[in-house]
């Protein structure tokens, strides 16, 4: 399962490869809906993955999933793009004439209610990475100007309302350059933290702009951007790898038509699906578990 937003309240859940089981979901208001999937399908052999995103129409008050089968890498077919709207319950096919591949099942930031990718796109030259974003008013992809150069990995953050990308080598003491988009499509340098030693990756920022980094052995810490100090650090369970996000929530009353309450499950009911997750994750990775295949 992967997790996308939230965007004015609502988190989006939904299984990879494909997009589906999307389920929208307030939190504060224990309201869910889960969206029926378009009759649209991956074709074999031209589609690798889809990427969902989520985005928010504050003039129609309408919150809208996006979902894309992605092309395979130097495919010179445009990828397939629909549209979920809560406001009208249906699916839309997105007109796209603009050829870019993307590796990543969610979109990589969303602020104030536009996604954003970062995607493969080909040129005279070759393919080379650029930023993607969706245009809510007009319903199209364009794409972001380039900042030049740059390290080894990014990682985009809503950083303030604002798009904020870091940007680092990996290397044992490393220094993290923090770029901000304004709101002219120009990036500049924010601030640069570090150096920092000993982390394997980052989870993403919090809202006063701690980035949140986690080394090998499942130590999480937060770094002050600003003194480049290790405010707090903490230990997460090191088998539950790539099940931890950090997420920037706010409480919203939004709500659209087709939620439903969030039946609360009792103890037993809960220890089952547990122990068949648990199970089923060992089987997956090779692990010995309790599921017996006929």
């Known amino acids: 399962m992967y997790i996308v937003g939230p965007t004015n309240g609502i988190v989006c859940l939904f299984n990879p490869p494909w997009g589906e089981l999307i389920t929208l979901w307030n939190p504060a208001m224990k309201q869910y809906k889960m969206v029926q999937l378009s009759e649209s399908l991956p074709i074999q052999g031209l589609h690798s993955l889809a990427s969902v995103g989520v985005a928010f129409d504050y003039q129609q008050n309408d919150l809208l999933v996006l979902r894309i089968f992605c092309v395979e890498l130097l495919s010179p077919v445009p990828n397939h793009i629909e549209m979920y709207s809560t406001k009208t319950g249906r699916w839309k096919k997105l007109k796209n004439e603009m050829v ?15 996604p954003y990718w970062f995607v493969c796109m080909p040129d005279k030259f070759g393919v080379r990475a650029v930023f993607m974003r969706f245009d809510v008013g007009k319903t199209v992809f364009e794409k972001l100007p380039s900042i030049g150069p740059r390290r080894q990995h990014q990682f985009l953050v809503d950083l303030e309302n604002s798009l904020c990308m870091l940007d680092w080598d990996h290397k044992d003491d490393c220094r993290i350059d923090v770029w901000v988009l304004d709101d002219v499509d120009r990036w500049s340098m924010k601030y640069s933290v570090g150096p920092l030693i000993g982390f394997d990756r980052i989870l993403g920022c919090l809202r006063n702009g701690d980035i949140v980094a986690k080394n090998d052995k499942g130590v999480v810490f937060l770094c002050d951007p600003i003194t480049s100090s290790i405010k707090e650090k903490f230990i997460l369970d090191t088998s539950k790898v790539g099940s931890h996000v950090i997420v920037d929530y706010s409480e919203s009353l939004f709500l659209f038509t087709g939620m439903l309450p969030v039946k609360k499950q009792d103890a037993q009911d809960k220890l089952a699906r547990k122990k068949i997750t648990r199970a089923c994750l060992k089987f997956l990775t090779g692990q010995p578990s309790e599921i017996v295949i006929p």
């Open 100 to 114: 870019f591949y993307i590796g990543e099942f969610l979109c990589n930031a969303i602020v104030k209610g536009v």
